[in-house]
């Protein structure tokens, strides 16, 4: 009898587990589940949030990478894995049962628990809230032609991550349409970024790091470095100014972005796996301590890099290769033969910073400017490649660097 595999989350980890499924000439049969009927390029929703792109750009239907003959798609909410009984719970629909399961449900945006986050600043983590905030920068310059308050014209970015990052640069190319919907010069709209920490972006030197900041800051984006951010209210943000008097200072704007980093799904703790922020420390084969047909891959999934000894950042470029090995092994678990332990070199990330600059590191070479922007879209092509096979690569793809 064929063996059912159920995969939860058509993301890079899910959709590249489920391509390497579906090669396979053995009987399986395999159901994958989402809550959307479509797959989003994650790494590009800064450019929706920003309106330099549109959502449609960044997406493509699921059904076109499902296998009709041995695949099927249930668009619905996963609510919990009972992993006891080996079914999947979904809001407003019957249970799935399976004998090997792939958690890859991606990320949510995590507050650390401080006041005023879910109130007053907007998430940026998939396509509805990138939507949201484009809508509410729009009205924010819809306001300011009846208001004349400059806070109208102020974004606030809190945390400058590899998120951050992205997001500001896009702001500042897409600052020029804001500023002719409010009918101001694009320099009125002003553009900042509340952080922590003052050394930025661990994963690159100093150096390089400083090269992406410089250019922002050239284009106009203040750095308020150092000064963790304590609190949020309706639009203001209060941050810790003085770290030895504990002095406080408020920024205010009207639109405040909240960047800060993410945790795994909050299905993965409500499943009972143990988990921290949302991510299971994985066994080497990619599954779970205590069940050993259930892969937990991508965001939700923490694999520990011996070379550091913390567990390797998570990005889309692991997420790929994690859902290409878990669909290997199970195979292999199928076929009655030992699996594999999931090993990873990073080939580097490149941060963009707008559509034509970009900084990072490739192999182990850093790379910075407009040839590091070709290569980050063709980073982005080949993970549509990986994803979605040469149609979509071919309809959603970067190409506009062949002139
Ligand atoms: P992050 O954790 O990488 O960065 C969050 C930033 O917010 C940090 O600089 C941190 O110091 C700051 N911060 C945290 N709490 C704060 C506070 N209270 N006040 C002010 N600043 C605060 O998170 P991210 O940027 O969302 O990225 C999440 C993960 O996704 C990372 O692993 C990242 O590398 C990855 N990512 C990769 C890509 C890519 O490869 N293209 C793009 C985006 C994200």
Redesign the pocket.
């Known amino acids: 009898m064929s063996k059912h595999v159920v995969i939860l989350g058509a993301g890079y980890a899910g959709l590249r587990a489920l391509h390497e499924l579906q090669k396979e000439d053995q009987e399986i049969k395999i159901t994958l589940i989402d809550q959307n009927d479509y797959h989003f390029e ?2 590009a929703i800064h450019e929706v949030a920003a309106g330099i792109q549109t959502s449609e750009r960044i997406t493509y239907p699921i059904e076109d990478v499902v296998k009709k003959s041995c695949t099927t798609f249930i668009q619905a909410t996963v609510e919990k894995v009972d992993s006891s009984k080996q079914v999947v719970c979904l809001k407003d629909r019957e249970e799935v049962s399976y004998d090997y399961l792939i958690v890859a449900l991606g ?1 949510e945006s995590e507050s ?1 628990g ?1 006041k005023g986050v879910e109130e007053f600043s907007l998430k940026m983590v998939d396509i509805p809230t990138s939507e949201k905030v484009y809508q509410h920068l729009v009205q924010q310059m819809e306001n300011y032609k009846e208001t004349k308050d400059e806070n109208n014209l102020k974004i606030v970015v ?9 997001l500001l640069g896009s702001l500042v190319e897409g600052k020029k349409k804001l500023a002719d919907i409010a009918g101001v010069s694009p320099d009125k709209i002003q553009l900042y970024c ?4 003052t050394r ?2 661990p ?1 690159f030197s100093e150096k390089l790091g400083d090269y992406g900041i410089r250019h922002l800051k050239d284009w106009g984006v203040k750095f308020l470095l150092g ?4 609190e949020i209210k309706q639009d203001t943000v209060v ?1 810790l100014d003085n770290q030895e008097t504990n002095e406080l200072a408020e920024l205010k704007a009207k639109t405040i972005i909240w ?4 945790s795994g799904s909050h299905v993965v703790g409500d499943s009972g796996f143990s988990e921290k922020r949302g991510r299971v420390m994985v066994k080497a084969d990619l599954t779970d301590s205590e069940h050993n047909n259930v892969y937990i891959i991508g ?1 939700c999934s923490a694999v520990m890099d011996k070379e550091t000894n913390r567990p390797y ?5 692991i997420a790929l290769k994690m859902g290409a090995h878990a669909g290997k092994n199970i195979k292999a678990q199928i076929k009655g033969q030992s699996t594999t332990e999931f090993s990873f070199r990073s080939q580097g ?4 910073i707008g559509n034509s600059h970009a900084f990072g590191v490739v192999g182990k070479k850093e790379i910075k400017g407009y040839p590091a922007s070709v290569i980050k879209k063709v ?1 982005l092509d080949r993970s549509l490649l990986e994803t979605g096979g040469v149609k979509e690569m071919l309809a959603k793809g970067r190409f506009d660097f062949y002139h």
């Open positions: 994650a790494t990320y650390f401080i809190c945390g400058a991550g590899f998120t951050g990052i992205e509340v952080e922590a920490v930025l972006l994963m000064k963790p951010i304590k941050y960047t800060t980093g993410v965001d950042p998570t990005t889309a470029q990330s490149v941060a963009s980073i």
